[in-house]
């Protein structure tokens, strides 16, 4: 069974970089076909997907989120990180890793909070 775990700091300042970290167990982040989510939701908003990375390393992003968002990888970890620069109140948001065969939402991590606050 593919776990999925996120941390990172719960708490960033206004024009910071929020960095997240995704650690997968059960399976290896190189498997064929799989790729390596980031989501978020903001209180009183639906799921907006952030990107992804696959199982080869290739890196997709939201348009809307693509000149601050940054995927990477460690695969000697098994993990996977989402860097967000400049980041407003607006990032303020409950934000999950997940994963599954060409983007499928199959496994899911339990999410972490994250404020953007002074």
């Known amino acids: 069974q593919v776990q999925l775990q996120e941390s990172g700091p719960g708490l960033v300042k206004p024009s910071q970089t929020l960095s997240l970290t995704c650690t997968v167990s059960?399976?290896?982040?190189?498997?064929?076909?799989?790729?390596w989510s980031w989501s978020r939701q903001a209180p009183g908003k639906g799921l907006e997907w952030i990107g992804y990375i696959t199982y080869s390393g290739t890196t997709k992003y939201n348009p809307s989120l693509k000149m601050r968002t940054s995927i990477s990888r460690d695969t000697s970890k098994n993990q996977f990180t989402l860097r967000l620069n400049s980041v407003t109140p607006e990032d303020t948001a409950q934000y999950y890793c997940?994963?599954?065969?060409?983007?499928?939402?199959?496994?899911w991590g339990q999410g972490t909070q994250v404020t953007v606050s002074s």
């Open positions: 059960g399976a290896s982040i190189t498997i064929d076909y799989y790729y």
């Open positions: 997940a994963t599954g065969v060409a983007g499928a939402g199959d496994h």
